[in-house]
């Protein structure tokens, strides 16, 4: 009698860790990296910009313009994720991204696009909006809903509260911080969320089991490349746009996206850096 209890706790024990602890590795698929069409990862437009991830409305302007004259197409980032779907890219395509949701966007990115009839994804910390960080105001709910409302804009997570390192949070704490948020988007701009953005850029096979099963399409990483084996479509490399890529003419811009399919690690990195810590 007693052993049949034992066994049949052990065996509950057993369906449950199988059940509930996600699996390492689980969650393999992609394409190799060096097939992706280049991403590049913005944060906020100042006119006189306070940390090296600023880049002012004139730069964004200039590197719009060069894109456009060079032949390059922005994708929406849903039309992104359906050329992960199919596995290829149009030639010369491009995706332009933005994290945290700070009000310049709404200032100075959406008209330059607008202007321009491009394309751009908007990765938003749901949190923050309507709030404010020292130097850094946060888009309101309402400038939110008026481009939402545009569909050359695509708007995407970047959580509910953007933990610093998501490998630190549990499985449980991930899935509520992607899927709250994912919602919370859906419920105020009426469209599908597919796509994240980890904050900080951290994630691991645990991350990304939490984004898949949060309803997810595709997540965007900061700058690594190749770690992650072949869960590239949870972890799309992005080009960390700043201060330094304008210099010279926006020459290092220029040169990130013209070989961004063949750029190793270093190249993704040595830009960054901050003006204020
Ligand atoms: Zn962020």
Redesign the pocket.
Known sequence: MIRKLVSNVIFFVFLCATVLVPQKGSCSEGLPYSTYAPVLMYHDLKPVPLNGFDVTPEAFAQQLDWLKANGYRTLSMEEYIDCIDKGSFPEKSVLITF??GYKGIYDYAFPELKKRDMKAVFFIITSCIDGELPGYPYITAKELKEMAKDPHISIGS?TLT?PSDLREENYWDNLNEFKMSKRYLELITGRKCDGLAY??GSYDEYVICAVKDAGYRAAFAVNTRGTMGEDTRWSVPRIYMGLSMCENNNAPFKRHVQNYAAMDDEMFTEQYYWIYQ
Do not use: A
């Open positions: 994290d945290d970047h953007h904050p900080c």
